[in-house]
């Protein structure tokens, strides 16, 4: 038995996959949810193979939900928002259907899944990287167990690479998350965050002082006092970006 | 209780060149009435010349030198000569001046008119006298039309440069208006094709509603006035749409009062806010919601007042009136040239837009 989720804000919007999956006996819907809060939930429960995945809803969307998962099963979009479908493919989404779509287009995208699900299990674990945003990031998605944040990015002083996570430190708290510093680098507004070492990017509206620290290294005060070690070419960086 | 806005300019212009049409006409008889009278008077006293004969004599130089100046006044309409080129202008009235003195004289002679010596004498004395008064009047007639086609060439242009603008505004009104979110469309029809398959029956309402929806919103005038009532009408036909698309998450309460609904504003204004407020309530939290609509009539105005939740430590820092607002702000300013009228607020976890409409009573 093929395990599936369906997660979509408008519950007509899931009664149409719920109709159309009628006719997959193989499949079956273990839970419908209502917003990427309750998605997250179920499919860490109930590990399914495959989601149907709306992506403007409640809270989180459809993108951000999937950063949060160790794991993402398989993912066919439905939206209506056809300007996100470059993206959604980008995040190595099996397919893409357009709201309103017909049974046939639904037929299709399921078939190519089944026949990918068939060969290799392989697909899935391609998600977790690279999951970009539709609109420019200007907000980061944290699970801490069974809870999960929405860090606003203006509020983030720095962040620190950490084996396979990174750090990420506000005014009081730090927050870890499975992410890659390169994965930052690209998906941050570049004019706010600033790489400036191997392990470390800051926020350029934190930013105080810079002070010598050694021959050819530097190190950044931050207004909570933080201090940020720079890199040769992170100092070089800095400049530029300063225009100094 | 249709009613629309125009600017004000265009009526304006239009009606004063009516008067002026009227005046000048009015003005022309009464001066060329005004020398018949005192030349005659003239004639009469100095010369001691009949009535009769005085009468013919200024009526008919007068009426020469009018149609001269009417000659002169239909040239300048095809040809205006500039500041530069007035010589022409002084040349022509020359001309038309000494023709004049020649066909009175001709005129006169001629004549049933019973002509004494007396009047023959001086009628040769005074050509040099006549000639000179004639070239002036022709010339002050020259310089008047000349003004007036001037005047009406700027007006024109005033116009074309306002009809211009006023097409401009159109067009801007127009893109701001409430257009169709192709997202609404869309999700209302992806729900119709949900409901086709297990409810037929509320498929087909449900097809009802969203075309009275998009007529309501095709036929309107940008700059139309309409009733509140007939706002809110409007703006029901929308909410049934999304209460079907929402299910139980979304209701909405709506307090109008009742001297408020005769109230006019721009068509099709509120049903944006409230859009912006429903998706707001809806994707900030994740509960079920409550959109308040209320509407109050106050000191010559009309106060719209939409409220949503939302959640203040997720929500993003907006600017200003920011998001679906922006347009909402500016349709205001070109209908009104206000830019006061629209204002949010926030009171704990509740989102408030306010809208004021003026009322001309």
Redesign the interface.
């Known amino acids: 038995m093929i395990k599936t989720i369906l997660i979509d804000?408008?519950?007509?919007?899931r009664?149409?996959v719920v109709?159309y999956l009628q006719h997959y006996p193989e499949i079956s819907i273990v839970q419908e949810c209502?917003?990427g809060?309750e998605g997250v939930k179920a499919i860490t429960q109930h590990k399914p193979e495959l989601i149907f995945l709306d992506i403007?809803?409640?809270?989180i969307n459809g993108f951000e939900m999937l950063e949060l998962l160790e794991q993402p099963p398989s993912v066919i979009f439905t939206t209506?928002?056809d300007e996100y479908a470059i993206k959604a493919f980008e995040s190595h989404a099996i397919d893409y259907l357009?709201?309103?779509?017909s049974r046939e287009r639904f037929d299709k995208a399921l078939q190519k899944w089944l026949q990918q699900h068939k060969h290799a299990e392989a697909p899935r674990a391609l998600l977790t990287e690279d999951v970009r945003q539709p609109e420019e990031r200007?907000?980061i998605v944290i699970r801490e167990g069974s809870n999960i944040r929405?860090v606003?990015v203006?509020e983030i002083h720095y962040i620190e690479a950490y084996d396979d996570y990174v750090k990420i430190f506000t005014q009081k708290e730090m927050f870890m998350k499975k992410k890659t510093m390169s994965f930052y680098e690209k998906s941050l507004d570049e004019s706010q965050f600033v790489r400036v070492h191997r392990s470390y990017m800051l926020n350029l509206q934190q930013l105080t002082k810079i002070e010598p620290l050694e021959k050819d290294t530097y190190l950044a005060l931050l207004k909570s006092g933080a201090k940020v070690p720079l890199s040769k070419s992170g100092y070089a960086k800095l400049k530029g970006v300063l225009g100094l | 209780m249709h009613r629309t806005l125009i600017g004000p300019t265009e009526a304006m212009s239009r009606e004063l060149l009516k008067i002026s049409t009227r005046k000048i006409v009015f003005a022309v008889i009464s001066w060329v009435a005004a020398l018949v009278a005192v030349e005659t008077y003239a004639l009469y006293d100095t010369f001691g010349f009949s009535i009769s004969l005085a009468l013919a004599d200024t009526v008919n130089f007068n009426l020469l030198i009018a149609t001269a100046g009417y000659i002169t006044f239909v040239s300048l309409r095809y040809y205006q000569p500039s500041a530069k080129n007035a010589v022409y202008l002084i040349v022509w009235d020359i001309g038309l001046a000494v023709l004049s003195v020649l066909a009175h004289n001709g005129i006169m002679v001629s004549g049933p008119f019973g002509l004494t010596d007396m009047y023959l004498s001086y009628l040769e004395s005074s050509q040099i006298f006549r000639g000179v008064l004639a070239w002036l009047m022709i010339t002050l007639m020259g310089i008047i039309s000349w003004t007036w086609f001037f005047m009406q060439d700027v007006r024109a242009g005033e116009k074309r440069e306002s009809d211009t603008m006023r097409l401009a505004r159109d067009a801007e009104l127009a893109t701001l208006r409430q257009q169709l979110q192709p997202h609404f469309l869309f999700n209302s029809l992806n729900s119709i094709s949900a409901l086709a398959g297990v409810r037929p029956e509320q498929a087909r309402k449900m097809i009802q509603q969203l075309s009275d929806f998009l007529r309501g919103t095709i036929k309107k005038d940008d700059q139309q006035l309409v009733s509140l009532k007939e706002e809110l009408s409007h703006l029901q036909l929308y909410l049934d749409i999304e209460k079907v698309r929402f299910g139980h998450r979304l209701s909405t309460e709506i307090i109008a009062q009742e001297s408020a609904s005769p109230n006019l504003l721009p068509s099709l204004l509120l049903q944006p806010i409230v859009e912006n407020a429903i998706k707001f309530g809806l994707y900030d939290t994740t509960g079920e919601i409550v959109i308040r609509i209320a509407a109050i009539t106050g000191d010559k105005q009309l106060i719209l007042r939409v409220e949503n939740p939302f959640d203040p430590e997720t929500s993003q820092p907006r600017s200003g009136t920011g998001f679906g607002l922006s347009s909402v702000q500016r349709r205001l300013y070109l209908l009104y040239g206000r830019n006061d009228l629209l204002s949010t607020r926030t009171q704990e976890k509740t989102f408030i837009t306010e809208v004021k409409i003026p009322q001309s009573v």
């Open positions: 804000d408008e519950p007509l919007a009664s149409i109709e209502n917003d809060f403007q809803m409640p809270k209506a928002f357009l709201k309103p779509f200007n907000r929405i606003p203006h």
